[in-house]
């Protein structure tokens, strides 16, 4: 008992700390605590601060369908799945700003929420919902120059753990993916795409039984097709995974086909848009295979 309530006690002192430092520091360990009140959406909850406090939590980094389409209901999709936290202690991740905390549209707490007291990846629920396909992974005012100084800032903190449940949840057709999604059918598809940075990254993968054979007559292009990449030869295994890299900063040497993982460099021009773009993959070129839009 003396060392859970020694835990409560440091979480509230930390609390009304803001973390010091350079833009590079860690992210702060202290997560504030609070009890969820209600659902209002698949990625909106409103919680009580230990204060009595009333605020609306908005979940930082993904995006759920909206209440009037495929999976956006209040008794489906994550609003169902958030239902589960009602009446329990979360702990939310918050980004210190102008002496209290960042909020974004209709003034919502911008937040990472865990299920545990210690940011643990596994403990996201932001994550969880991701892996789900319940929600995609969303970033806020992206921007390439000032990821590239602070990899670390509030907006793309845990990017990459939220890209791994999005490339597992589209792997496994898991709930939009298999629902919702009108390209469900097709085994290669574009599973996520990190855009923003120097290094952009599509990520491709294959989620049929057999191999596929990507050639010239497969490509990839963004909005407009003002970008367009086709593919040599290359040979994509059941379950690979094929990274399309471009950037200045792209990884430029490709590796080996037939390999579970596979990296392939497309260009050092930055291709997508940061304010949202629309990823198509066609083969043969003009014959529309799948399309990403975020």
Known sequence: MRASKAIGILIILLWGFAPLGHPQAKPPTSLKSVVVLRIIDGDTIQVQLPDGTLE??????????????????QDQGAAKELRKLLGQTVWLELNPQDGGFQRGRDRRLLAYVFTGPEPKIEQLVNRQLVQAGLAKLEVLDANDGEFARNPNDFRVRYAD???????????????????CDPFAASDVVIAVIKFWGDDEVVYLIN??????????????SDKGQKHKKLFSSCQLPPNALLRVHSGPAAKRANSNCSQSEIDLFWTGQHVWDNKGDDASLAHPVGTLIDRFAY
């Open 56 to 73: 609306k939590v908005r979940l930082m980094g993904i995006n759920a369908p909206e209440l009037d389409q495929c999976l956006g209901g």
């Open 161 to 179: 753990g939220l890209i791994q449940a999005q490339i597992s949840a589209a792997q496994g057709r898991a709930g939009w993916w298999g629902e």
């Open 207 to 220: 989620r049929g039984k057999g191999p596929i054979k990507l050639d010239p007559t497969w490509q990839l």
